[in-house]
């Protein structure tokens, strides 16, 4: 455990060789991580527009609701509610978020 941490949490730079093909890895490196970030999937299938919010295929109108609570568990859950309160703001009263520590 090196530096105090833990073998399986450590990030190890890939340098990608000289080549033609160099920018198309990149890309698809970036492409692949920013498709397992939680918190940027919330935020690019979850939009607010006036009071209706858009979670993929399904529409809520949030005047209906009395008050709005996030709830969530699991690794991902705390940058996903991260990404649910930047959208809705004010609009969440409260929430729970239940996660495995190290």
């Keep these: 455990m090196p530096n105090g941490v833990p073998q399986s949490r450590q990030i190890i730079p890939l340098i990608l060789p000289a080549s033609p093909v160099r920018s198309d890895l990149r890309r698809i490196l970036q492409s692949a991580l920013y498709a397992v970030d939680p918190y940027a999937a919330v935020i690019a299938n979850i939009s607010l527009q006036g009071h209706r919010l858009h979670a993929g295929r399904r529409v ?15 690794k991902a859950a705390v940058p996903m509610a991260r990404a649910l309160v930047k959208i809705l703001g004010r609009r969440v009263e409260s929430g729970i978020i239940a996660t495995a520590g190290d």
């Design 60 to 74: 809520y109108d949030l005047r209906k609701l009395k008050r709005l609570v996030v709830v969530g568990g699991g």
